[in-house]
């Protein structure tokens, strides 16, 4: 199972792969794009956050041996399954909320789905035609690399759009450690290190990159055991008091005219019962006019 003849990834010694991808190239599509979607649920509310290896693991199996296009075509479906399942809240937001057209709605959503597949479709392709067809620096450091550098920079190009960064489906596992020290992009790179182990694990027979991807998995894991729950930082000062004033007005009633006096009035009264509270934070939807209101 070799990449295509004109792609840079061929390797005359390329290892034997214990586990081969499906011979049928609509199924390895359909793999894809089913990872792409399952990756949302390691989120919030569902946090099942082992998908967050498993999912990325499975597009790295699937681009083993798949040339350029291939490669590229995969990587759309599942950036692309990925948004749309994790972004879903733009339709309703844009056409139940915002009151615009089906067409319009569903227009704009497709659209930032296509543009999110693009970064997936140019790291499938780049990874197919220039990184080692195999072995554990392929896996464990020029892949993951490779996926974290598109991930960093859908995070911040043309003003960014960082959602469902893999990092943010950890803050309840032992992982969640390594954020004061490294940030969300870091522990994004463990969860990337990881399931390259994993495939590194599945897909090679090779007695040292096996135990490579082994220890791997062992040392990030617990580095990351060893970290959780520890504490980088120490009280100073007397303690600030906080209070935070939701009005929670169902959607369908925040904007309408007819509400905006009662609106005004519910604020005031949640308001004056935390007076004298050293912050006091509002919703970002707040109506403007309450702080006008309260003086």
């Known amino acids: 199972m070799g990449a295509s003849a004109g792609s840079a990834a061929v390797d005359t010694a390329r290892e034997p792969y214990a586990l081969a991808r499906p011979a049928s190239a609509v199924l390895r599509t359909l793999l894809a794009f089913l990872a792409g979607a399952l990756l949302t649920t ?11 290896m498993l999912s990325p693991a499975v597009l790295m199996w699937l681009w083993q041996g798949a040339g350029p ?22 339709y309703v937001s844009i056409h139940g909320f915002g009151g615009a057209p089906v067409w319009l709605a569903l227009s704009l959503m497709l659209g930032l789905v296509g543009v999110m597949g693009l970064y997936h479709a140019a790291l499938g392709y780049a990874i197919a035609r220039w990184l080692p067809a195999s072995g554990w620096v392929r896996w464990l450091i020029a892949l993951p690399a490779a996926w974290l550098l598109i991930e960093w920079w859908r995070g911040w190009f043309l003003s960014g759009f960082s959602w469902l960064s893999l990092g943010y489906s950890q803050t309840d596992t032992w992982l969640a450690g390594f954020a004061p020290l490294t940030g969300v992009y870091g522990i994004s790179a463990v969860l990337l290190v990881s399931a390259g182990a994993l495939t590194a694990l599945a897909c090679t027979t090779a007695l040292r990159t096996r135990l490579i991807a082994a220890a791997t998995l062992i040392v990030l894991w617990g580095l990351g055991a060893a970290l959780h729950g520890r504490s980088w930082t120490h009280a100073s000062g007397s303690p600030l008091t906080v209070a935070v004033v939701q009005g929670a007005i169902p959607q369908d009633e925040k904007w309408l005219e007819s509400n905006h006096d009662t609106t005004l009035k519910l604020y005031q009264t949640l308001t004056e019962k935390v007076l004298g509270t050293s912050l006091i934070v509002w919703p970002e939807s707040a109506p403007a006019g309450v702080a006008n209101y309260l003086v």
């Open 69 to 90: 296009r291939e490669a590229a075509r995969l990587g759309f479906w599942f950036g692309a399954a990925t948004f749309a399942a994790g972004t879903y809240w733009l």
């Open 42 to 52: 390691s989120f919030a509310p569902l946090n099942l956050w082992p998908l967050a």
